[in-house]
T-cell receptor, first 111, second 114 residues
């Protein structure tokens, strides 16, 4: 089957660093995506990994280990506006080009 | 680049009525996807088009759902004989096929079936 797991909720304080983990089990693999979604809004693309390793983009970094079926999103220097849901999604490839999403991790940043 | 747009943004309807949503993708994108998202869940794939051809349909897409992309540009999603379980956010995304294909989402249409 296809399964993507991520924690339901996380909390952190402004200025801190937070790591959101994602594990996946899919029949194929053709890329892993992270999206940010504020309440009532559309998902916004954050990062893409297809090879093992770390991709850095400003305050956000994403890591992938294909052998472990594992990824994380690292957010540095947290700001209040980072309070949102973070969605991990996998493109299975074998099952088509659509993305398979996890349920999302709701991150609350407090001052 | 104006991004992906969707209309209407909100729709309230009574059970048994038909509804139609529209999605306008990013102009140079040849792929268009429809997803459905309910509260506390991630988006779930419904169907996808490459140009005007509908290439994939999820098992979630019952016979009451139909989607079109007649000229390979905008797309419509119609739900016939709506049920309360159809209440959800309907998201459209577009992309350009390629090695690092990335889907960009529109703001969604929030449907409430009473």
């Amino acid at each position: 089957g296809q399964n993507i797991d991520q924690p339901t909720e996380m909390t952190a304080t402004e200025g801190a660093i937070v790591q959101i983990n994602c594990t996946y089990q899919t029949s194929g693999f053709n890329g892993l995506f992270w999206y940010q979604q504020h309440a009532g809004e559309a998902p916004t693309f954050l990062s893409y990994n297809v090879l093992d390793g770390l991709e850095e983009k400003g305050r956000f970094s994403s890591f992938l280990s294909r052998s472990k079926g594992y990824s994380y999103l690292l957010l540095k220097e947290l700001q209040m506006k980072d309070s949102a849901s973070y969605l991990c999604a996998v493109r299975d490839g074998k099952a088509g080009t659509a993305l398979i999403f996890g349920k999302g991790t709701t991150l609350s940043v407090s001052s | 680049d104006t991004g992906v747009s969707q209309n209407p943004r909100h729709k309230i309807t009574k059970r048994g009525q038909n509804v139609t949503f529209r999605c306008d993708p990013i102009s140079e994108h040849n792929r268009l996807y429809w997803y459905r998202q309910t509260l506390g869940q991630g988006p779930e794939f419904l169907t996808y088009f490459q140009n005007e051809a509908q290439l994939e349909k999820s098992r979630l897409l019952s016979d009451r759902f139909s989607a079109e992309r007649p000229k390979g540009s905008f797309s419509t999603l119609e739900i016939q004989r709506t049920e309360q379980g159809d209440s959800a956010m309907y998201l459209c995304a577009s992309s350009w096929e390629g090695l690092q294909e990335t889907q960009y989402f529109g703001p969604g249409t929030r449907l409430l079936v009473l």
